[in-house]
């Protein structure tokens, strides 16, 4: 308990904690990717925020500002002046780009919150490899693909981790602190003090399939699927049992309509393919069925239930 406590207080987070990493490229500018510019940009970080698409570095800015001024709104309640000066500073420590490469030469860090798949992460981390400076840090915000095998195609895997935020990013005050094989000592420290420094609190696992948080929810949210597939509970009673039974904010259906169900299937089915004895990763066809039908969640308007498009 003693002990627990030392650890909670050494770890917990604080937005003045001092990083040597000023200026962070964030690849990828969707649902994740803003977030992260987001809570950099806060904390007094240069960001450069990238996409292929200027659409969405256009949406980001967008949603990053109506963030920023909600965090104002209660920071600031009684000082509306400096709320709009704290946004206005934050969004000014915010630039876009289209081109990684050109973003990756100015970074101290850089993280990669794109697709959900090796090949293109690869593709993505042999350039970024090339172009930035010699101390520049890599970093996946990956939730289920082996960091070890991302880390497969730089030359600087020492200097090369995992940065697994939460969703949504402003809010989840968790961040997992992913040590690779042959990530270096001095690179898990300035990882570790980086997160700190964007006021999150910091966990460290090694590089095993989901780290921590993923490899208990994506087992939790699976059976859930299949509890309700069996006709044990309905999707509303389920959700419910978990809230006022267990104390989570939300149910796991609602959880998997949020995160999107594509993309629990898409961990699925890598675990499966990877680990095919595991009954836990086992496919689901209820799953798969409203995936083939379009219906991801939140996002698409339909999942488990039905919500308004936004
Ligand atoms: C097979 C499984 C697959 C797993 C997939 C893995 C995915 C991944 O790798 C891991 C994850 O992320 S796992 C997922 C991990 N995530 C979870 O498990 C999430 C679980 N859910 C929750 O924690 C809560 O339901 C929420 C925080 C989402 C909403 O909270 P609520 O109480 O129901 O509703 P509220 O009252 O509206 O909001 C409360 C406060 O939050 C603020 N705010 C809200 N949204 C915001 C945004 N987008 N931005 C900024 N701020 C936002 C809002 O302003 C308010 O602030 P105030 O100071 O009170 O005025
Ligand atoms: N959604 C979540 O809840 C969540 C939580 C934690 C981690 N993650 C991980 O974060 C990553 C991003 O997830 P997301 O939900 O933000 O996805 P998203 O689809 O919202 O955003 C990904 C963005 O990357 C862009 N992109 C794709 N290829 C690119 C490239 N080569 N260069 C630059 N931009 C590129 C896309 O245009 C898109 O805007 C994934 O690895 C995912 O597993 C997701």
């Not at 968790?174 to 270096?184: P, Q």
Request: aromatic fraction near 8%; charged fraction near 25%.
């Amino acid at each position: 308990m003693m002990q627990f406590g030392v650890i909670a207080r050494k770890f917990s987070s604080s937005a003045s904690v001092q990083s040597a990493i000023k200026n962070v490229t964030v690849i990828g500018g969707g649902l994740m990717g803003s977030g992260i510019a987001q809570v950099s940009a806060q904390a007094g970080q240069n960001v450069t925020l990238v996409d292929v698409s200027p659409d969405v570095l256009a949406k980001a800015q967008k949603s990053i500002g109506a963030n920023l001024g909600r965090v104002a709104k209660k920071v600031y309640k009684d000082k509306p002046q400096e709320g709009e000066k704290f946004v206005a500073e934050a969004l000014g420590r915010i630039k876009t780009l289209t081109d990684p490469v050109a973003a990756a030469k100015s970074a101290d860090l850089v993280v990669e919150a794109i697709v959900e798949n090796m090949d293109v992460k690869h593709k993505l981390f042999k350039q970024l490899d090339e172009a930035a400076p010699e101390h520049t840090i890599l970093a996946s915000n990956t939730s289920s693909l082996s960091i070890n095998e991302i880390a497969s195609v730089v030359k600087r895997k020492d200097r090369f981790g995992g940065l697994h935020f939460f969703n949504p990013v402003p809010v989840m005050r968790l961040l997992e602190v992913v040590k690779g094989a042959e990530t270096s000592e001095a690179t898990y420290n300035a990882m570790m003090a980086w997160g700190k420094a964007v006021g999150k609190t910091c966990i460290t696992c090694k590089d095993t399939p989901g780290f921590v948080v993923n490899r208990l929810l994506v087992p939790y949210i699976c059976e859930a699927i299949r509890l309700y597939e069996r006709g044990d509970a309905s999707a509303r009673d389920i959700d419910i049992a978990m809230k006022l039974g267990a104390g989570y904010p939300m149910g796991p259906l609602e959880l998997a309509d949020y995160v999107g169900l594509d993309t629990n299937k898409f961990i699925l089915d890598g675990w499966h393919k990877k680990y095919p004895d595991q009954p836990l990763f086992k496919p689901i066809p209820l799953l798969n069925k409203l995936v083939a039908e379009g219906k991801l969640g939140v996002k698409s308007g339909e999942g488990f239930y039905k919500y308004e498009k936004k």
